[in-house]
Protein backbone atom coordinates (compact mmCIF):
# COMPACT_ATOMS: atom_id res chain seq x y z
CA UNK A 1 0.00 0.00 0.00
CA UNK A 2 1.30 3.19 -1.15
CA UNK A 3 1.27 5.88 1.07
CA UNK A 4 2.56 9.73 0.81
CA UNK A 5 2.30 12.44 3.71
CA UNK A 6 2.86 15.66 4.13
CA UNK A 7 3.93 18.09 6.27
CA UNK A 8 4.90 21.74 7.14
CA UNK A 9 2.39 23.75 5.55
CA UNK A 10 0.74 26.98 7.53
CA UNK A 11 0.27 30.30 7.52
CA UNK A 12 2.85 32.89 6.52
CA UNK A 13 3.36 36.56 5.62
CA UNK A 14 4.66 37.83 2.18
CA UNK A 15 8.48 37.51 2.05
CA UNK A 16 8.93 34.51 4.59
CA UNK A 17 10.25 31.13 4.06
CA UNK A 18 8.49 27.50 4.91
CA UNK A 19 9.49 24.16 4.45
CA UNK A 20 7.59 21.02 3.30
CA UNK A 21 8.17 17.13 4.21
CA UNK A 22 6.74 14.19 2.08
CA UNK A 23 7.49 10.75 3.69
CA UNK A 24 7.01 7.74 1.20
CA UNK A 25 6.37 4.40 1.80
CA UNK A 26 5.50 1.54 -0.07
CA UNK A 27 7.03 1.99 -3.21
CA UNK A 28 10.77 1.80 -4.12
CA UNK A 29 11.43 5.04 -3.30
CA UNK A 30 14.72 5.45 -4.85
CA UNK A 31 13.74 5.11 -8.31
CA UNK A 32 10.57 6.92 -8.13
CA UNK A 33 10.25 10.76 -9.67
CA UNK A 34 8.82 12.83 -6.64
CA UNK A 35 7.54 16.01 -6.97
CA UNK A 36 5.18 18.96 -5.55
CA UNK A 37 2.06 19.94 -7.20
CA UNK A 38 -0.31 22.59 -6.15
CA UNK A 39 -3.83 23.84 -6.71
CA UNK A 40 -5.65 26.58 -5.68
CA UNK A 41 -9.27 27.31 -5.40
CA UNK A 42 -10.86 27.37 -8.59
CA UNK A 43 -7.63 26.61 -10.43
CA UNK A 44 -5.83 23.20 -12.21
CA UNK A 45 -2.92 21.68 -10.08
CA UNK A 46 -0.09 22.41 -11.65
CA UNK A 47 3.80 21.49 -11.20
CA UNK A 48 5.88 22.88 -8.51
CA UNK A 49 8.85 21.13 -8.85
CA UNK A 50 9.81 17.91 -9.39
CA UNK A 51 13.31 15.70 -8.70
CA UNK A 52 14.03 12.35 -10.49
CA UNK A 53 14.89 9.02 -9.15
CA UNK A 54 18.68 7.92 -8.94
CA UNK A 55 18.50 6.15 -12.22
CA UNK A 56 17.74 9.25 -13.75
CA UNK A 57 20.63 11.41 -11.61
CA UNK A 58 18.26 13.51 -9.73
CA UNK A 59 17.75 15.94 -12.11
CA UNK A 60 15.36 18.31 -11.01
CA UNK A 61 12.12 20.63 -12.76
CA UNK A 62 10.41 23.40 -11.18
CA UNK A 63 7.73 25.19 -12.41
CA UNK A 64 7.82 29.08 -13.84
CA UNK A 65 6.68 30.84 -11.19
CA UNK A 66 8.98 29.12 -8.04
CA UNK A 67 12.36 29.11 -10.00
CA UNK A 68 14.90 30.87 -8.11
CA UNK A 69 12.55 30.73 -4.91
CA UNK A 70 12.11 27.37 -4.18
CA UNK A 71 14.71 24.05 -4.08
CA UNK A 72 12.90 20.56 -3.73
CA UNK A 73 15.66 17.64 -2.06
CA UNK A 74 15.40 13.99 -1.80
CA UNK A 75 16.88 11.91 1.02
CA UNK A 76 16.80 8.10 -0.53
CA UNK A 77 18.00 6.71 3.11
CA UNK A 78 14.81 8.39 4.47
CA UNK A 79 12.18 8.11 1.96
CA UNK A 80 11.23 11.69 2.27
CA UNK A 81 11.54 14.76 -0.12
CA UNK A 82 11.44 18.42 0.75
CA UNK A 83 10.45 21.46 -0.94
CA UNK A 84 12.26 24.98 0.57
CA UNK A 85 10.10 27.49 -0.35
CA UNK A 86 11.81 31.22 0.21
CA UNK A 87 9.99 34.76 -0.42
CA UNK A 88 6.64 33.55 -0.31
CA UNK A 89 3.75 35.20 -2.30
CA UNK A 90 0.32 35.74 -2.00
CA UNK A 91 -0.09 33.63 -5.16
CA UNK A 92 1.71 30.77 -3.78
CA UNK A 93 -1.27 29.89 -1.72
CA UNK A 94 -2.31 26.54 -2.87
CA UNK A 95 -3.08 22.88 -1.35
CA UNK A 96 0.54 21.73 -2.12
CA UNK A 97 0.40 17.82 -2.97
CA UNK A 98 2.88 15.59 -3.01
CA UNK A 99 3.77 12.83 -6.23
CA UNK A 100 5.29 10.03 -7.01
CA UNK A 101 5.93 8.99 -10.00
CA UNK A 102 7.21 5.72 -11.74
CA UNK A 103 4.74 3.94 -14.60
CA UNK A 104 1.66 5.50 -12.52
CA UNK A 105 1.62 8.30 -10.00
CA UNK A 106 0.40 8.19 -6.48
CA UNK A 107 -1.06 11.55 -4.48
CA UNK A 108 -0.99 12.18 -1.01
CA UNK A 109 -3.23 14.06 0.87
CA UNK A 110 -2.34 17.23 0.46
CA UNK A 111 -1.52 20.28 2.99
CA UNK A 112 -2.40 23.78 3.07
CA UNK A 113 0.33 27.17 2.32
CA UNK A 114 -1.81 30.08 2.97
CA UNK A 115 0.76 33.51 2.30
CA UNK A 116 -0.95 36.62 3.58
CA UNK A 117 -0.42 39.42 5.71
Known amino acids: QVQLVESGGGLVQPGESLRLSCGASGISFSVFSMGWYRQAPGKERKLVAE??????????NYGDSVKGRFTISRDNAKNTISLQMNSLKPEDTAVYYC????????WGQGTQVTVSS
Open 51 to 60: ITGIRSGSST
Open 99 to 106: TANFIRRY
